[in-house]
T-cell receptor, first 112, second 111 residues
């Protein structure tokens, strides 16, 4: 059983459309990070959300942390081909040694 | 100037061979990690070192042995390679509660 579930797993849309991807857990977590991974590269940190209900914006990307701190969403406005990539959410487990646990990712393709 | 660099980028080898992957970070971070990404793109932690001390070993087969000569380096040696070891291996580093900085990965193919 995955600690983090991401949906959808695959998403292919046209340039200019809006989209939302989701990250859910049955557990409450203290903070959550979103990463983007492009082919042939490692994941790159986009944002960390910490407070329930928190909203952070990164240009056309809007990240929200659920009020109960069990879920998060990433909304992209007017998607562009450069947004294509694998979007990963991750939570930091703090019991014992700290480690980052990843969801299975959403593979996003933006078609010109 | 690459923050986390790992070599080689690609590694193709036969079953039964022994191989090593090297990783270096120039960020001054205290903690380094090895992650494995399978064909479905699922990233799973293998090992973590903090200031050269092993702190996480996630039920990885004994054929995998990490070594950290200093806090800027974390190498991964794999003995008796198996077909199932084929994957992309990522090195990463972090400091405190910051996000992780990943290398660009080593694609290992065992034939």
């Amino acid at each position: 059983t995955q600690l983090l579930e991401q949906s959808p797993q695959f998403l292919s849309i046209q340039e200019g459309e809006n989209l939302t991807v989701y990250c859910n857990s049955s557990s409450v977590f203290s903070s959550l990070q979103w990463y983007r991974q492009e082919p042939g590269e490692g994941p790159v940190l986009l944002v960390t959300v910490v407070t329930g209900g928190e909203v952070k914006k990164l240009k056309r990307l809007t990240f929200q942390f659920g009020d109960a701190r069990k879920d998060s969403s990433l909304h992209i406005t007017a998607a562009q081909p450069g947004d294509t990539g694998l979007y990963l959410c991750a939570l930091r487990l703090i019991q014992g040694a700290q480690k980052l646990v990843f969801g299975q990712g959403t593979r996003l393709t933006i078609n010109p | 100037d690459t923050a986390v660099s790992q070599t080689p980028k690609y590694l193709v080898t036969q079953m039964g061979n022994d191989k090593s992957i090297k990783c270096e970070q120039n960020l001054g971070h205290d903690t380094m990690y090895w992650y494995k990404q399978d064909s479905k793109k699922f990233l799973k932690i293998m090992f973590s070192y903090n200031n050269k001390e092993l702190i996480i070993n996630e039920t990885v087969p004994n054929r995998f042995s990490p070594k950290s000569p200093d806090k800027a380096h974390l190498n991964l040696h794999i003995n008796s390679l198996e077909l199932g070891d084929s994957a992309v291996y990522f090195c990463a580093s972090s400091q405190g509660r910051s996000g992780y900085t990943f290398g660009s990965g080593t694609r290992l193919t065992v034939v």
